[in-house]
């Protein structure tokens, strides 16, 4: 008993280590279907459903990226371990906003992880959300007009 108990404890310290040494990742986000290549592709990295998916004020780390031949791509680096959504606006006047119209409908192009959508536009963080437990994590996020 003594040494199964031994053996455990062992297991788990070793176990608590390798958890500790994984450091921050990488996400690779690739975006498509943009209908041109004005403006830019904003990308918003959210860690909770707080802003998500059109106020990027509360984004963890935001980015933009030229849109070339209707795709883009973004990477966010240095990213700690954890849950996360990402929300890509196609941001034709480069204002670092989501635009909407007067009805509050989408005024560009969206996407979000998961490709989560809404009856009227982009889906909610529960449906956008993923888990970052590696060192790299790629997604794919198509746009929506």
């Known amino acids: 008993m003594k040494k199964a108990v031994i053996v455990l404890l062992i297991s788990m310290f070793i176990s608590s280590i390798a958890a500790a040494q ?18 830019w ?3 918003g990295l959210f860690k909770s459903s707080k802003g998500f998916p059109s106020d990027f004020s509360y ?3 935001t980015a933009t990226a030229e849109i070339n031949e209707g795709q883009a ?4 680096t240095n990213v700690p371990l954890g849950e996360y959504a990402v929300s890509v606006v196609h941001d034709t006047d480069m204002d670092n906003n989501f635009d ?9 192009g969206y996407g ?6 809404g009856m009227f536009g982009p889906g909610d963080y529960s449906g956008a959300k993923f888990i970052m437990d590696s060192s790299e994590h790629s997604l794919y996020i198509p746009i929506h007009y």
């Open 73 to 76: 791509s973004i990477i966010f």
């Open 59 to 61: 984004c963890y780390e």
């Open 22 to 39: 994984q450091g921050p990742g990488t996400i690779y986000v690739s975006i498509a279907g943009f209908h041109n290549d004005r403006g």
């Open 41 to 43: 592709a904003l990308a």
């Open 100 to 108: 909407r119209n007067w009805l509050f409908l989408p005024a560009e």
């Open 112 to 117: 979000t992880s998961n490709n989560a959508m």
